[in-house]
């Protein structure tokens, strides 16, 4: 079975400070690690995704994830936060890279910026 | 290129009552899936469909059903309605063919039920 913890419910950061949110996963196979992002009364927009290719992955908006796999870890930062990032991170573990998995996500991290 | 659209994006239902939430995926995509996403929680698979047959299902009762047309499109079914079956409804689209398909979603059906 596959799972991903992720570590603050709520982080808060000003607006141009390091944005840095956790992800722990636990798997038996390989995993493939995904976020994603999810704006007030949306669905939900793919970040980033790992899939083995490398352990650093740059995504869109500026985010980027490293994947440690002795810390079996996928944490999202972000050097310079704006006003816009604010809203609801998904991490989430697949045991494949085929489109037909199934994603099983964490209970989310919201992002609040102080201007 | 529309991506994944869904309907209805509200509703309200009384318990006991059925809904049927549907879901149209992006162009050229031939799997969907279902995820059900509570206040406060993460999305949680419910199921996926591909050539018109449940391939995959996760830990919902059998009150959740569903279909997938020739089109591709899909249905989600919810039977004998319960409060807590109040939630966003998410639908999912990919291509079950190769790797590195990036699974899209939409904007979701909000349900509640009182």
């Known amino acids: 079975a596959q799972s991903v913890t992720q570590l603050g419910s709520h982080v808060s950061v000003s607006e141009g400070a390091l944005v840095l949110l956790r992800c722990n996963y636990s798997s038996s196979v390989p995993p493939y690690l995904f976020w994603y992002v999810q704006y007030p009364n949306q669905g939900l927009q793919l970040l980033l995704k790992y899939t083995s290719a490398a352990t650093l992955v740059k995504g869109i908006n500026g985010f980027e994830a490293e994947f440690k796999k002795s810390e079996t870890s996928f944490h999202l930062t972000k050097p310079s936060a704006h006003m816009s990032d604010a809203a609801e991170y998904f991490c989430a573990v697949s045991p494949s890279n085929f489109g037909n998995e199934k994603l099983t996500f964490g209970t989310g991290t919201r992002l609040t910026i102080i201007p | ?114």
């Open chain 2, 1 to 114: 290129d529309a991506g994944v659209t869904q309907s209805p994006t509200h509703l309200i239902k009384t318990r006991g009552q059925q809904v049927t939430l549907r879901c149209s995926p992006k162009s050229g995509h031939d799997t969907v899936s279902w995820y059900q996403q509570a206040l406060g929680q993460g999305p949680q698979f419910i199921f996926q469909y591909y050539e018109e047959e449940e391939r995959q299902r996760g830990n919902f009762p059998d009150r959740f059903s569903g279909h997938q047309f020739p089109n591709y499109s899909s249905e989600l079914n919810v039977n004998a309605l319960l409060l807590g079956d109040s939630a966003l409804y998410l639908c999912a689209s990919s291509l079950v063919q190769g790797t590195g398909n990036t699974i899209y979603f939409g904007e979701g059906s909000w349900l509640t039920v009182v």
